[in-house]
């Protein structure tokens, strides 16, 4: 019976320091976050265009970013 309290509690102690590791990688990502960056990779979408046989007739080629993705 030992042995499993044993067991027990190193297992709480384990999930206690996963839950350490969570809270403190959240709190630096959110700190890095609230710096500015350059977005170097997005979501972008061209638009609306006219395609005929397979090339851009008309409208804007230009993307619009949407979003900024790290």
Do not use: F, Y
Not at 46 to 60: A, D, H, Y
């Amino acid at each position: 019976m030992r042995a499993r309290r044993r067991v027990v509690l190193a297992l709480w102690i384990v999930l206690g320091l996963l839950l350490v590791l969570v809270v403190v990688g959240a709190a630096r990502d959110n700190d890095e976050s609230n710096r500015s960056h350059r977005c170097t990779h997005g979501l972008s979408s061209i638009g609306p265009v006219q395609i005929m046989n397979g090339k851009v007739v008309g409208g804007s080629a230009t993307p619009h970013t949407e979003a900024c993705l790290r």
